[in-house]
């Protein structure tokens, strides 16, 4: 068991937990049906009583919005439709004053073709810039270079026909990749990084940060043994010529040696990998990311045994020192709530809010918002426009949040960018704040309750044999013991358990102080932390 750190002494994005604001669609203020960043100012206060320490923004720089945002155009402004910089210095300034860091996207591996430093090198092969992006000839049939593939449907590939050559990119052909084995692409995105931390940005979350080198040589891809035909067209190769390079390494810990150059910052990377790659980008010396986000839960079957399983491999798997994290919900992957389901959307709040790492939570997961069906004639993400059908399209998992059962869910005055879900009069912060047995108040409290104990924000993770539909685990700091016991099924169970104490919370919200010796009864789709004597 690893020594758990000492309080005082833990930055503040171990202790903390992180809220993932996907800005077009937290608050309009100005009326155009987008969010934007004094929207984001006006609602800081939610934040605060909620109890999250840190916010992290997609992206909010120009951009023709193709990717809406991860298409980037200038990486030291913001795009007029969210504001100004000096919205976003307000917006820093406010944050603070409440006791709450800011994070921002960073998206290194591409630009938007709108960029200057693209536009400057498709100027021609000898433009200055030229270099800057990847491109190669044609091959000797005149087709793609290779047989690489874009994440976003089709080859990676897009002809420049006044060149000649294509360009690599591993999302839209809209999006070219950089080339980060050329060293003035380094330096000007590290120059951005600077930009931002001196503007006061307390970290940033690096954008599919294991794509970011390729193979020199260019080789193809090699074929899937386990593809199906129907299933996602991009996984019918094995990326290893394009991703998770080991070089690439080296890429990340420059990226942290710019980050450590500014006191207490931290260094997320966004990466989709097996556990025991995810853990390399701790970096060898624990000189990666610092959190190399885990969304390992998004993926994993939702039983007590597969999540037992998964919580066990994960913390083996982990690098002396290499702090862990977890997360529930993002801008990409369906809504929590369609995933397990109403009943176990309790569960899974405590699950994230008391296993050993860095929670973040996905706006609106805290309510209960749900997946929302888009109408054809509404669909905004290019992903599902490029590959339809397969239920990749994004726009349902970023609905506007919702705020209170009025016009728009007090989100805009005009109709939003996407449709507001239609139980927004239910499902609202306003209702839930109401109501003592609300998710809100159950996320709320969990919050407190974390943030109080150093057993849950810190401590060791225990873990504890069970069967069935129980997951059963402890947590440990100086002083403090818990007990977590989950129920992720629809039958009540007696947990055996050798513990005496007291019922902390309970998913059901009415079992508070209740006293427990030598057994804990579950009802269905309960968890519950126990205090032990
Ligand atoms: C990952 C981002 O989370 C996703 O939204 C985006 O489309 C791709 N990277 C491309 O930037």
Known sequence: MEHPPERSSAPWWQRGTIYQIYPRSFQDTNGDGIGDLAGIVRRLDYLVELGVDAVWLSPFYPSPMADFGYDVADYVDVDPIFGTLADFDALVAAAHDKGLKVLVDLVPNHTSDAHPWFQEARTGRDSAKRDWYIWR????????????????????WAEDAASGQYYYHAFLDRQPDLNWRNPAVAEAIFEVMRFWMRRGVDGFRVDVIWHMLKDPEFRDNPPNPDYRAGRNPYQSLLPVHTTDLAEVQEVVARLRRVVDEFPDRVLIGEIYLPLERLVAYYGRTLDGAHLPFNFAL????????????????????????????????????????????????????????????????????????AQVEIPPERVQDPYEKNVPGLGLGRDGVRTPMQWDAGPQAGFSEVEPWLPVSPDFTEVNVAAETREGESLLTLYRRLLALRRGSAALSLGAYVPMAAEGDLFLYGRAAEGESLVVALNLGGDPILVAAPVEGQILLSTSGDREAERVASEISLRPHEGVIVRLR
């Open 137 to 156: 000839d044609p091959a000797p049939d005149g087709g793609p270079p290779n047989n690489w593939l874009s994440e976003f449907g089709g080859s990676a």
């Open 298 to 369: 998004l993926e994993t079957p939702w039983t007590a045994r597969d999540i037992a399983d998964l919580v066990a491999r994960y913390e083996a798997a982990l690098p002396a020192g290499g702090w862990p994290n977890w997360v529930l919900g993002n801008h990409d992957r369906p809504r929590i709530l369609k995933r397990v389901g109403p009943d176990q959307a309790r569960v899974a709040a405590m699950l994230l809010l008391t296993l050993r790492g860095t929670p973040t939570l996905y706006y609106g997961d805290e309510i209960g918002m």
